[in-house]
Nanobody
Framework: QVHLMESGGGLVQAGGSLRLSCAAS????????MGWYRQAPGKQRELVAEFTSSSRLNYADSVKGRFTISRDNAKNTVYLQMNSLKPEDTAVYYC?????????WGQGTQVTVSS
């Protein structure tokens, strides 16, 4: 079992910044993809940014140039630095990791961007 603990969400004005963190614990050996997804009200959950199983980076087009994903392998933690936030970035952000064919999700952290 893998446990994911997210932090860093909150309320910010448009143009501001937030940094999300996701710390993995438990059976963390052989973790593959690690990344962030988000779900806005009435919308499907979508990819924001991730390290793939081959360690490549994927970003949603809507966040390219504004968001940066990074990770600290020693701490088993993945981060999402979000700059130049827009109201349309408002959503619950979820950490997601995979181990083999199993997908683990964090509990989600709310990000609200006011105009």
């Amino acid at each position: 079992q893998v446990h994911l603990m997210e932090s860093g969400g909150g309320l910010v004005q448009a143009g501001g910044s937030l940094r999300l963190s996701c710390a993995a614990s438990g059976s963390i050996f052989s973790l593959n993809a690690m990344g962030w997804y988000r779900q806005a009200p009435g919308k499907q959950r979508e990819l924001v940014a991730e390290f793939t199983s081959s360690s490549r980076l994927n970003y949603a087009d809507s966040v390219k140039g504004r968001f940066t994903i990074s990770r600290d392998n020693a701490k088993n933690t993945v981060y999402l630095q979000m700059n130049s936030l827009k109201p349309e970035d408002t959503a619950v952000y979820y950490c997601r990791v995979t181990r083999g064919l199993v997908i683990y999700w964090g509990q989600g952290t709310q990000v609200t961007v006011s105009s």
